[in-house]
């Protein structure tokens, strides 16, 4: 299981807008922290849509900053 801690502090400190990346290629993008909350073995995302994802720590692969293009490709 991947360790959360990392996600945890990323939301924590000095927050930079992220992207968590899933081993079925779907991305969710997290704006502000308030958008995410991270249990022990999984992460509840809300969507633009005001959906709420819950994502297996099984299952993310990567968490990136956010970058441009990401920023683009989503609007």
Not at 14 to 38: E, M
């Amino acid at each position: 299981m991947l360790n959360l801690n990392p996600i945890r502090e990323r939301l924590a400190q000095q927050f930079k807008p992220l992207v968590i990346h899933l081993s079925d290629g779907r991305q969710f993008r997290i704006p502000h922290p308030d958008f995410t909350a991270v249990g022990r073995g999984v992460v509840s995302v809300i969507d633009t849509r005001d959906v709420t994802h819950t994502l297996d720590a099984l299952h993310i692969v990567s968490v990136a900053d956010e970058t441009r293009a990401t920023k683009r490709s989503r609007n």
